[in-house]
């Protein structure tokens, strides 16, 4: 069965430092992956996903993941934190039945120092 | 202009009343979904629909009922609400290239 994996449900990190989340997934198949932000009280907000082609790809607010099949992993990163990213991040897979649905991991929380 | 919108987007009600919450997406998507996030945030899905037809019924009571009118409307009816339906419901549609999009959430209150 598919299957996502946020090993960090906490993170810290000081305004300004580099940011790393971590996801790995099971999955038989070339896998759609995402990654979804949810601030305070508001709904989920996508990212950026990779479905094919170039391994490292780009999304909005300046995150950027890389897609690694022997490492089974889709990790998020973003080169300088400001104090707006503090948030709740989710990575996603795509079922494997044409329903589309998602296979969440249990999100991290994303805490930013001043 | 909201492409996946619900509500309400609070609603605190006493157990075993009746609520609904309605969703509408003007994205042109044919499939849409319910997704629950419980109070430790994980996110699982409940229903979907592709046109109006229910596609996904995941293991939910059967209190929950889900109802589609047309492709772009999927309304949540909940019976009998119990304290352990107090969460965070995200209603969602997909485009045919396979991305999902979420509404701003519900977030129901029982007491």
């Known amino acids: 069965a598919q299957s996502v994996t946020q090993p960090d449900i906490h993170i810290t990190v000081s305004e300004g430092a580099s940011l790393e989340l971590r996801c790995n997934y099971s999955?038989?198949?070339?896998?759609?992956l995402f990654w979804y932000v949810q601030s305070p009280g508001q709904g989920l907000q996508l990212l950026l996903k990779?479905?094919?082609?170039?391994?490292l790809v780009q999304g909005i607010k300046g995150f950027e993941a890389e897609f690694k099949r022997s490492q089974s992993s889709f990790n998020l990163r973003k080169p300088s934190v400001h104090w707006s990213d503090a948030a709740e991040y989710f990575c996603?897979?795509?079922?494997?039945?044409?329903?589309?649905?998602?296979?969440f991991g249990q999100g991290t929380t994303l805490q930013v120092k001043p | 202009d909201t492409a996946v919108s619900q509500t309400p987007k609070y609603l605190v009600t006493q157990m075993g009343n009746d609520k609904s919450i309605k969703c509408e997406q003007n994205?042109?998507?044919?499939?849409m979904y319910w997704y629950k996030q419980d109070s430790k945030k994980f996110l699982k899905i409940m229903f979907s629909?592709?046109?109006?037809?229910?596609?996904i019924n995941e293991t939910v009571p059967n209190r929950f009922s889900p109802k589609s009118p047309d492709k772009a409307h999927l309304n949540l009816h909940i019976n009998s609400l119990e304290l352990g339906d107090s969460a965070v419901y995200f209603c969602?549609?997909?485009?045919?290239?396979?991305?999902?999009?979420f509404g701003e959430g519900s977030w129901l209150t029982v007491v």
């Open positions: 969602a549609s997909r485009e045919t290239a396979d991305t999902i999009y």
């Open positions: 999955y038989g198949a070339t896998p759609y």
């Open positions: 990779y479905f094919s082609g170039d391994t």
């Open positions: 996603a897979v795509k079922g494997s039945s044409n329903t589309g649905k998602l296979i």
């Open positions: 994205l042109g998507h044919d499939t």
């Open positions: 629909y592709n046109n109006k037809e229910l596609i």
